[in-house]
């Protein structure tokens, strides 16, 4: 079912798209919905790091115009790598959502953000900052590939990716 979505013009159900394109990526069901947007997508950019939040902060500022943020750290639950500060900025710069193989802190915040977050689990612990990593490459997370362009569709139901148009 269609719906009007702040994300974008029109959301479609994961079980929905699921059913219209049965090749479809689907991430494996281990992320859990922190963000206060439990329906969103866009576009994917992707950033590979391990343990080290710089890169992602990087991204975040840069104008989201509606894409979402998967963030591989390899499922890490060593620490943190988007919390309530990372989050406003995401918010600020238009991204739809972030996805995060790994952890996020700062819950309280975070659900007060209209922002779509999914990640493993929580973590007080913050990232390094010194800046590794990998932006705009292919990320295979979750028994799933996920190349930039994508479109990621996450609901309550689950994450969809389907193959960037050409």
Same mark, same amino acid.
């Given at each position: 079912?269609?719906?009007?979505?702040?994300?974008?013009?029109?959301?479609?159900?994961?079980?929905?798209?699921?059913?219209?394109?049965?090749?479809?990526?689907?991430?494996?069901?281990?992320?859990?919905?922190?963000?206060? =947007?439990?329906?969103?997508? /866009?576009?994917?950019?992707?950033?590979? #790091?391990? *343990?080290?939040?710089? !890169?992602?902060?990087?991204? $975040?500022?840069?104008?989201?115009?509606?894409?979402?943020?998967?963030?591989?750290?390899?499922?890490?639950?060593?620490?943190?790598?988007?919390?309530?500060?990372?989050?406003?900025?995401?918010? =600020?710069?238009?991204?739809? /959502?972030?996805?995060?193989?790994?952890? #996020?802190? *700062?819950?309280?915040? !975070?659900?007060?953000?209209? $922002?779509?977050?999914?990640?493993?689990?929580?973590?007080?612990?913050?990232?390094?900052?010194?800046?590794?990593?990998?932006?705009?490459?292919?990320?295979?997370?979750?028994?799933?590939?996920? =190349?930039?362009?994508?479109?990621?569709?996450?609901?309550?139901?689950? #994450?969809?990716?389907?193959?960037?148009?050409?």
């Amino acid at each position: 079912m269609s719906e009007v979505s702040p994300s974008g013009p029109a959301f479609t159900a994961t079980a929905d798209l699921s059913d219209a394109h049965p090749d479809a990526a689907v991430l494996a069901p281990i992320f859990r919905g922190y963000g206060g =947007r439990p329906r969103f997508h /866009g576009p994917a950019a992707t950033v590979r #790091v391990q *343990d080290d939040n710089a !890169l992602v902060r990087a991204m $975040l500022e840069e104008p989201g115009g509606g894409r979402v943020l998967v963030v591989d750290n390899g499922g890490s639950l060593n620490c943190a790598l988007v919390g309530g500060i990372l989050a406003q900025i995401a918010v =600020r710069s238009g991204w739809a /959502g972030v996805i995060v193989n790994g952890c #996020v802190r *700062d819950t309280a915040e !975070l659900a007060d953000c209209d $922002l779509g977050i999914r990640a493993l689990a929580t973590h007080p612990r913050r990232s390094g900052k010194r800046g590794p990593g990998e932006r705009d490459v292919p990320l295979t997370l979750a028994g799933a590939t996920i =190349r930039p362009g994508d479109q990621v569709h996450a609901d309550e139901d689950g #994450v969809v990716v389907l193959p960037a148009r050409h």
